[in-house]
T-cell receptor, first 111, second 114 residues
């Protein structure tokens, strides 16, 4: 069946470096994507979203890139800080149906 | 604070116990959700309520029983659970309409079934 998944389960970066977290999806009808951040002891928190009519969207220190051709989504975090350490989830939906989540990538920022 | 509050934060129960999880949202949202989060697995959607009406039951065993008395409150009643039901249970709410999929999550209830 259709699924949402991630290339890497863990990512370790140096403080100040840029981070790139990847997500692959298989549903060609997916038209809406969200990135969530989940810190230890907390629930997932919305970071940024993108619709399928866009290739790129920028927020504060974060950028989401969408490549519909290869069904790939990425989250770029600029100048990664210790507070960015968390698990990051991508989620997708199609035709305004309920979101489907990936398993998550754990980002660790080394001082 | 996300505007979604879950209680209790931690719960230990035996397989013969009956307990309830509570979720309250102060965001004026119309939709509420229960998810199960197990280690290294994607979030599993359990139940969806829109305007207090259950619109989705994702093949959840009957030992989990949701209740939504109003748009601000959501309960998950638990009885005769199994050890494999141990997980983090997350509640979320969303506005509905075009923004229905931006969900706001509570911190979850960490459940351990002995």
């Amino acid at each position: 069946g259709e699924s949402v998944g991630l290339h890497l389960p863990t990512l370790s970066v140096q403080e100040g470096d840029n981070s790139i977290i990847n997500c692959a999806y298989s549903n060609s009808a997916s038209d809406y994507f969200i990135w969530y951040k989940q810190e230890s002891g907390k629930g997932p928190q919305f970071i940024i979203d993108i619709r399928s009519n866009m290739d790129k969207r920028q927020g504060q220190r974060v950028t989401v890139l969408l490549n519909k051709t290869v069904k790939h989504l990425s989250l770029q975090i600029a100048a990664t800080q210790p507070g960015d350490s968390a698990v990051y989830f991508c989620a997708e939906s199609s035709n305004n149906n309920d979101m489907r989540f990936g398993a998550g990538t754990r980002l660790t920022v080394k001082p | 604070e996300t505007g979604v509050t879950q209680t209790p934060r931690h719960l230990v129960m035996g397989m013969t116990n009956k307990k309830s999880l509570k979720c309250e949202q102060h965001l004026g949202h119309n939709a509420m959700y229960w998810y199960k989060q197990s280690a290294k697995k994607p979030l599993e959607l359990m139940f969806v309520y829109n305007f207090k009406e259950q619109t989705e039951n994702n093949s959840v065993p009957s030992r989990f029983s949701p209740e939504c008395p109003n748009s601000s409150h959501l309960f998950l009643h638990l009885h005769t659970l199994q050890p494999e039901d141990s997980a983090l249970y997350l509640c979320a709410s969303s506005p509905g309409g075009p923004a229905k999929n931006i969900q706001y999550f509570g911190a979850g209830t960490r459940l351990s079934v002995l």
